[in-house]
T-cell receptor
């Protein structure tokens, strides 16, 4: 069990550019989540996958955001035409299929939009 | 809409003290409640998960209680140590079939050696 891995750890981009983040969950976990966290706040839910199916999406996930999990393993989160308000820590988590399986979080990708 | 509040926002205690962190939520129709720890610049580590039918859970020096009807949970840390210094977050999952968690803003704890 190597834990949840996220890449890159940090990303600095200019406003208007597109960025993509990757998450590799714990290998036997079927459920994968994306959250966003700004300084001093708790994480906010973005989206949830069970295997390759995207089952939940938050209203926070505007048209500029898209997430995929094509083979039910790793996931990508893309933000198009980034805005300064997108600056945040993007956290990925995974869990097993049991209903009360705890979430295991990665260390996040910190995005700074200049 | 579920709102989760954590009080206090920050807490500083001397090593060895017992302490209580508070979490309240507005919608009592929850499926479970989790307590997490977050170290600076890191992800979250799950500490305790309490199902809606349970009253408390214990792990080592940590004890979490849940009073669903009043919308409250507490995290009790016994004999605090400097290594306990971190931000503690509670999160609730509603009993709607959805898996999204709603987090509080956390309590930043510093344990002075």
């Amino acid at each position: 069990d190597t834990g949840v891995s996220q890449d890159p750890r940090h990303k600095i981009t200019k406003r208007g550019q597109n960025v993509t983040f990757r998450c590799d969950p714990i290998s036997e976990h079927n459920r994968l989540y994306w959250y966003r966290q700004t300084l001093g706040q708790g994480p906010e839910f973005l989206t949830y996958f069970q295997n390759e199916a995207q089952l939940e999406k938050s209203r926070l996930l505007s048209d500029r955001f898209s997430a995929e999990r094509p083979k039910g393993s790793f996931s990508t989160l893309e933000i198009q035409r980034t805005e300064q308000g997108d600056s945040a820590m993007y956290l990925c988590a995974s869990s097993g299929l049991l209903e009360n399986s705890p979430l295991h979080f990665g260390n996040g990708t910190r995005l700074t939009v200049t | 809409k579920q709102e989760v509040t954590q009080i206090p926002a920050a807490l500083s205690v001397p090593e060895g003290e017992n302490l209580v962190l508070n979490c309240s939520f507005t919608d009592s129709a929850i499926y479970n409640l989790q307590w997490f720890r977050q170290d600076p610049g890191k992800g979250l580590t799950s500490l305790l998960l309490i199902q809606s039918s349970q009253r408390e859970q214990t792990s080592g020096r940590l004890n979490a209680s849940l009073d669903k009807s009043s919308g409250r949970s507490t995290l009790y840390i016994a004999a605090s140590q400097p290594g306990d210094s971190a931000t503690y977050l509670c999160a609730v999952r509603l009993d709607t079939g959805r898996r999204a968690l709603t987090f509080g803003s956390g309590t930043r704890l510093q344990v002075q050696p």
